[in-house]
């Protein structure tokens, strides 16, 4: 099967992820009743988890295995990809999700926001993180981005 | 689309963020009538359009979810 990084962008993918303090495990699900792009989803995390030891990735399918979607809430939204951080064989799940195809500019996102969760630390300031850790009504932001 | 990470990250119990391809999601994203991205759309009430500073997105919470 013919690679989708190339060379030069995998250079560059494990200079950046040097910086990877700690496990980040991706979890992808697909769906074989509907989800035209999943096998290159699947094909192009395969080929970003060796880039780093830091990484790892365990691939599921909405429809075989629907108590594990419903509790990472994919719930038919194949093809999705959550992003945890792992300690042993401790997921801890960051409420982060990227839903679709990371192609183009969303691929750079998709590195970054294994950045972030290897970084163990939002970065936010201090009045952002103290409004939301005090929530007491769930938030729920959907960021729509087209693949550009 | 990262700021919405930093945020869930902060408080994962009870921030849920998803990047959303409006492509591939076309269903969800006519819904809200997405036209420009990025947009944040928040609790399915408040909307964010463009990519806005923490400052910002932050008021726009406040904004949509009371306090």
Redesign the interface.
């Known amino acids: 099967m013919e690679k989708m990084l190339p060379d030069e962008i995998v250079k560059q993918i494990r200079d950046v992820f040097k910086q990877l303090k700690h496990p980040v495990e991706l979890l992808f699900f697909g769906s074989q009743a509907r989800c035209e792009?999943c096998n290159e989803i699947q094909q192009l995390l395969e080929e970003l988890i060796p880039l780093s030891g830091q990484l790892s990735l365990s691939i599921h399918d909405l429809e075989q295995e629907p108590d594990l979607a419903r509790h990472y809430?994919v719930e038919g939204?194949a093809?999705a990809i959550v992003?945890t951080a792992r300690e042993g064989d401790q997921l801890?799940?960051?409420?982060?999700?990227?839903?679709?195809?990371?192609s183009g500019h969303?691929f750079t996102?998709l590195i970054?926001?294994i950045l972030?969760?290897s970084g163990r630390?939002?970065?936010?300031?201090p009045?952002?993180?103290a409004?939301?850790?005090t929530?007491?009504?769930?938030?729920?932001?959907?960021?729509?981005?087209?693949?550009t | 689309m990262l700021l919405a990470y930093q945020m869930a990250m902060e408080n994962p119990k009870m921030v849920l963020a998803e990047g959303v391809e409006a492509m591939e999601f076309q269903e969800l994203s006519q819904q809200y009538g997405i036209s420009g991205v990025p947009d944040t759309v928040i609790n399915a009430a408040g909307r964010v359009v463009g990519a806005v500073p923490e400052q910002q997105m932050l008021a726009e919470l406040i904004r949509t979810l009371g306090k």
Do not use: A, M, W
């Not at chain 1, 801890?92 to 990371?102: A, H, K, M, S, V």
């Not at chain 1, 630390?121 to 300031?125: A, H, I, M, V």
């Not at chain 1, 929530?135 to 693949?147: A, M, S």
């Open positions: 792009y809430q939204k093809p992003i801890t799940d960051y409420g982060i999700r990227y839903l679709g195809i990371p969303e996102t970054q926001s972030l969760v630390d939002s970065g936010l300031n009045q952002t993180r409004y939301l850790k929530l007491t009504t769930p938030l729920h932001l959907e960021v729509f981005v087209t693949p």
